[in-house]
Each structure stands twice: as C-alpha cells, then as structure tokens.
C-alpha cells in the first residue's frame, strides 16, 4: 500500500519536473522563433508590401500591426498571442493562424498518422527479423533497404510512387466532392462520422501513396533502432538465464527478446515526429495535400511574417509537448525512468 | 599493417591491439580511427569502402562536371538549333531534356557540384562554430554552458527541415539566393550535433588525469582546450560529418524544392529540377524526375554508407572484431596458413567477440 502511494508520487513528482522544465525550453523556442523572424532586414510589411503601397500607407500598416513599436513590445505582443494560443493574424489574407491550424490540421495529422502505421507495419517486423538473424541475409537486405530508404528524399520517393502506382491507385484522379458535416476538421473522420463510406475509401486511396512516401522518410530508422534493441536484449542476462533453464530457442526470443525491443519503440516515435513534420511539408506540397505544411509553403511564397512564424511556433510547440507526453509514457512503463 | 609474418591473403592479418593502442596513444586521435578502419571487416568493410568509392564518384564528377557534361547547365540550343522541349532521351541527350529545353544529363552532373559546394560550406562552417563552442561549454562551464545548452536543445528539438526552411526564409530576404545564402540555411541545423558530441567528450575530457596534470602544471585554458581536449574530442567527429554531409544534399535540395534554395539561374540544382518536374511526372514524363533523383539518392547514400561504416567501426558497443590467427609456430608452417584461408580453417582460433 505504501509502496504504491511512493510509487504514483515518484511519478508524479517525475511529470511536474518534466512539466516544469519543458517551460525554460519552450520561452527558448519562442525567442529562437522571433528572433530568427526579426534578422531580416526591413519588417514585414515592406517586404510583403513593398512597392505596392506608397511611405505613408506603409508607415501606417506598420503601425497598425505593431511594427514600429520597441522589440520587447514586440515579443510581449508574440508571448500574449501564444499564450492565448491565437498565434497571430496573417497578413496576406487576414486569417487567424489558429483557424489555420483547426482547418488544415486534420489534414497533416491525418498524413502523419498514415506515415506512421506504414512504417510500424513495415518496419518492426522487418527490424526484429533482422535482429534476430544479424548479419544473415535477411539482416544485410533490411540494412540496405532501410539505407536506401533514409537516403531517398520525400521528394524523389513521392514522384517515383507515382510514376509507378499513380494511375493505378486512383492518385491521379481528383478527391470526389465531400459533402459532410463538419465536425473534427478531419475529412476522414467526419466521412465516418457521417457514415459516407464512399467518401472513406476515396480518402484512404488518395492517402495511400502520400502515407508511403512519407513512410518510407523514417521506415529506415524503425528497422534500425528496432533491430539494435533486440541484438543488445539479446545479449541479456537474462536471455542467458532463461536459455540455461532450457526455454526453447523460440521463446526465448519472443517472450524475452522482442518485447524487450519494442518498448523503446515509444522513443522512436517521438524522435521520429520531427523528422515527420518536416517531412509532410514536402509531402503535402508535392500531392498538394491540404494541410499545415502546404499552407506554410504558400505563406513563405508570399513573405507572410506573421503566418510564418505563427506556423513554426505551432510546430515547435507540437514537438516539445509530444516529447513531454513520450517522457511520460516512458515513465509509466519503465519505472528506472522516473529514477 | 603488421604483414610482415604473413603473406596478403582473403583475411588480411590485422594490426595486432597492442600495436593499435601504442600507435594510437603516440599519435592520438586520428591514428585510432585508421587503425580501427583497418581492422574492419564484414559489413561494416563493405558499407565504408562502398561508401568511400561512391563519395569519390561524386566528387569527381562534381570537381570535373565542365568537362563531363555535354552542355553547361544553362544550355537550351547548340548549333544554332534550340533543344527539344521534354524531348525524350535520345542520342543528343542521353537522359532528355527538361520543359526548358535544358539538358537533363547536363544538369545532373552540375547538380553534384552544387551540392558539393553548399555541403562542404555548410559542414566547415557547422563544424567550425560547434567544436568551437562546444569546447569552450564542455570546458568552462558556468552560466555560457547553460544558456548554450538550453538553446542548442531548443535548436535541435526544432524539426530539422523546418528550421532549414525558416533559415532559408530568412537568410533569402537577406543575401539573395547564393551557394553561401544555402550553406548558411543548413549550418544553423547541424550545429547543435557538433556542440552536443564536443560538449559531452570535453566534459569527460576536462576530468582525466592528464588535462589534470596539464592545469596543474600551470596550462592555460587556451594550451589545455588546444592541446589535450581538442584531440579527443575530434575523433567523434568524423561519424557526424559524413552524416551530415549526407544530410546536407537533402536539405539543400528540399530547400530548392521549395524554392527557397538557390536561384535556378546560377547553378543547377537537383531540389529545384525535382520541383519543375512534378508536372511532368503527371503527364507520364520519367526522365526528369528519375536522373537527379536517382543521382541524388546515390550521392547520399555514398555518405550514409560511409558514415554508418565508419560508426560501427568506431563504435565500440557496435565493433566486432575479427580474432586474428594465432600461429603456432611448431605446429604451423607459413604456406598452410596461406592456403587455409577460410575462417573454419583448423589450426587457427575462431570466433568474434561481440561488443
């Protein structure tokens, strides 16, 4: 009874430093994220509006946008806009960066979810496969499969799917016109919700290739990390002491070897979701797939500021709290983590 | 390499360990790694020297691109006579041309030089600015140590493609879209790998009894990071900076994908060809996508072959190292070793430690 109670509160206690250190990294994301917006010569306006507008109108933009005022009135206005999760209202087309965010997220977590099942459905098989027969020709193939795969950009990947796939796979063709409600601003989702399963598996094809490509971006480290878990699990104490007790060879490595491997999955995802985020911009832009990354590339083009930076901090937040929310997970399952 | 005893044969005899570490503390840091590239063999053998003769391939086809190609990378006639438009790839142009009419053979070949260019930039400048830093926030500590920390984390949880194209937003407004403009984008993503690995050997360094003894002997923190912290910490280096490299091609290239990277009048790049054949890709057209592409892809994985044999030749969790044959010189003649070359030969020890 006692031991439980410690236990919960070593791991809370573990959350709430967690929690607690996260924030001086998060207020360092923000400064990176201004400052890095204010290197640019000029402010925003000129640059975006430079040339159409006459001195007066533009000085008069500045001012009405807060550019002119000093930079920690500046980066207090970008802290308070954070904090009430607005992030700022684009210049171009006058929207907020958070309906930005509640319109085409759905989008890229829809994407990113697929990436992630393509690569956990390819990769842990193949990795602990590859684990298990090291340097065997199964092991030497996966290895330079999963090369081959880190090597190959989204966006020489993407192209040569759709080259081999794209008119098979209904890629090509455009989304049919959806018409249903909306009410988690993920079109998937909402197909279902409305029960118009026409509109489900033309979502899923037309999510297909994009999955894949993106998949394919972090398959490689899946087989990877999951392979060099199960060598060293399989170097184990315990591994020996069950073989020595006269468990069968096959038991022994699925009982006491795979599952060893896989809890560190976990890490990987969390390491891998950067590396995703990164990734679905491309993605998005080359199957002009309707989400964040796409409307980034759009608001660049057009020297948006404030979209811009309103977007990346969007993404630099995800990742830290993802990471948090890992750390914890972690710390639930494996209690040397919470020390 | 200790051949002297034994003729060249399938298994090469390797520098026995005693006299690897002997060479290795006499001459420090560098020498430990081409001795463990020596002592390498099996999979790790075959990814670094496949790794090393693509990275070759590359380079020279990069240094000698105005001889190699056919056109420069902004041909669109020769002979008074414009190229074909999307022409498929014939005699005159191997590997067709684009929708500009420009010679896609041509500027592939160009595109390994400007990808060469930006990557070497890009990994002197990174490497410059986090072993330096590194080593002065490994070294001296203190609140420099914490605040560089705290934002190299901040730095490196930023995902990496999405700072590149921030730095590559930013930097464009500044300095136009040049070769540096692109290495400088990359830069600002690879520093915080360096600080971390540097940081982490210069904290352990800093505590060994030799850099002891060096401050105690009066060495001042200049001597001490120059001298003795410097060669330890550089042998972490080499691993990062071919990945790195391997890296750069691809960022730079999702840089000109996006259009962020270097403006297509002054190089060919393989990111920007990419991009201007999407369209083609939709109305059936292969060449324009498969040719950069592919060049691409081999052009990273020569580095990630290289990197990832150099780790697990260094790696020492990840080394497994060949036993060399122990002759017994009353039982064993030389001429039976040389024709008993296979590992199940009898007479010989065999197994391979792991780790």
């Given amino acids: ?339 | 390499m200790a051949t002297t005893t034994l003729p060249t044969g399938p298994i090469e005899p390797d520098a026995t360990p005693a006299a690897g570490t002997a060479a290795s503390s006499r001459f420090g840091g560098l020498r430990r790694i081409t001795t463990a590239v020596r002592e390498a063999h099996g999979v790790p053998k075959f990814m670094l020297w496949t790794g090393a003769v693509i990275t070759a391939l590359f380079v020279i086809t990069a240094v000698f691109a105005p001889l190699i190609a056919p056109y420069s990378f902004d041909t669109y006639r020769a002979g008074g006579t414009n190229f074909p438009k999307q022409g498929s790839p014939d005699g005159d142009h191997w590997f067709g041309t684009t929708v500009q009419s420009l010679d896609v053979l041509s500027r592939t070949i160009y595109g390994a030089r400007t990808a060469l260019e930006v990557m070497v930039l890009a990994v002197i400048f990174s490497l410059i600015l986090g072993v330096l830093l590194g080593l002065v926030s490994g070294y001296f500590g203190g609140w420099l140590d914490r605040i560089l920390v705290l934002v190299m984390d901040a730095l490196f949880a930023f995902p990496y493609l999405l700072l590149a194209i921030v730095a590559g937003f930013v930097f464009s407004g500044v300095s136009g879209g040049g070769v540096v403009t692109a290495a400088l984008s990359i830069t600002v993503v690879y520093i915080p790998q360096y600080y971390r690995v540097v940081r982490a050997s210069a904290l352990s360094a800093r505590e060994a009894t030799f850099v002891e003894a060096a401050r105690a002997m009066g060495a001042k923190p200049s001597v001490v990071i120059r001298k003795y912290l410097f060669g330890n910490v550089i042998q972490s280096v080499p691993v990062i900076t071919t990945m790195n490299a391997a890296d750069a091609i691809g960022t730079l290239a999702g840089l000109g994908f996006l259009g962020l990277g270097i403006q297509p009048t002054e190089a060919a790049e393989w990111g920007y060809d990419l991009e201007r054949a999407i369209d083609d890709v939709n109305a059936g057209m292969w060449w324009t996508t498969l040719y950069p592409g592919l060049a691409m892809v081999i052009a990273i994985l020569g580095f990630t072959l290289l990197g990832e044999g150099l780790n697990d030749v260094l790696n020492p969790t990840m080394r497994r190292r060949r036993l060399g044959k122990v002759l017994l010189p009353d039982h064993t003649r030389r001429r039976t070793v040389t024709a008993s070359a296979l590992p199940e030969a009898p007479g010989a020890t065999e197994g391979e430690a792991v780790k």
């Fill in chain 1, 1 to 339: 009874m006692s031991n439980t109670s410690k236990q919960s509160g070593s791991l809370r206690r573990y959350i709430l430093t967690r929690i607690a250190l996260a924030v001086p990294m998060v207020l360092i994301l923000l400064i990176l994220v201004f400052v890095m917006m204010r290197v640019a010569p000029g402010d925003p306006i000129s640059s975006s509006q430079g040339g159409k507008l006459n001195a007066t109108e533009l000085a008069a933009r500045r001012h009405a946008a807060g550019f002119d005022a000093p930079l920690y009135q500046q980066f207090w206005d970008y802290l308070k806009s954070v904090v009430t999760l607005n992030f700022g209202t684009t210049f171009s087309d006058r929207r907020s960066v958070r309906d930005i965010i509640i319109e085409n997220g759905g989008a890229t977590l829809t994407l990113t979810a697929g990436a992630l099942v393509f690569a956990a459905v390819i990769g842990i098989p193949v990795g602990l496969l590859a684990g298990r027969y090291r340097d065997r020709p199964v092991d030497v193939l996966s290895r330079l499969a999963s090369t081959i795969s880190y090597a190959s950009p989204v966006f020489v990947t993407a192209p040569l799917l759709m080259l081999a796939f794209g008119t098979t796979s209904g890629q090509a063709s455009p989304l049919i016109q959806l018409n249903v409600p909306t009410q988690t601003h993920i079109l998937i989702v909402d197909a279902a919700l409305d029960g118009d399963w026409d509109a489900v598996t033309d979502i899923l094809q037309h999510l297909l290739l994009p999955s894949i490509a993106l998949g394919l971006l972090i398959v490689g480290v899946f087989i990877r990390m999951i392979r060099i878990n199960l060598i060293q699990s399989l170097q184990g104490d315990y591994i020996e002491a069950a073989r020595a007790r006269g468990v069968r060879e096959r038991h022994v490595v699925a009982r006491h070897g795979f599952r060893n491997a896989l809890v560190p999955v976990i890490t990987v995802l969390g390491l891998q979701v950067a590396m995703l985020l990164g990734g679905a911009v491309l993605t998005e832009k080359i199957f002009n797939w309707p989400g964040i990354g796409r409307q980034l590339i759009d608001y660049i083009n057009q020297r948006d500021y404030v979209a811009v930076q309103g977007i990346v901090t969007v993404f630099a937040l995800v990742v830290v709290v993802i990471s948090l929310l890992i750390d914890f997970v972690n710390a639930l399952i494996d209690p040397r983590v919470r020390y």
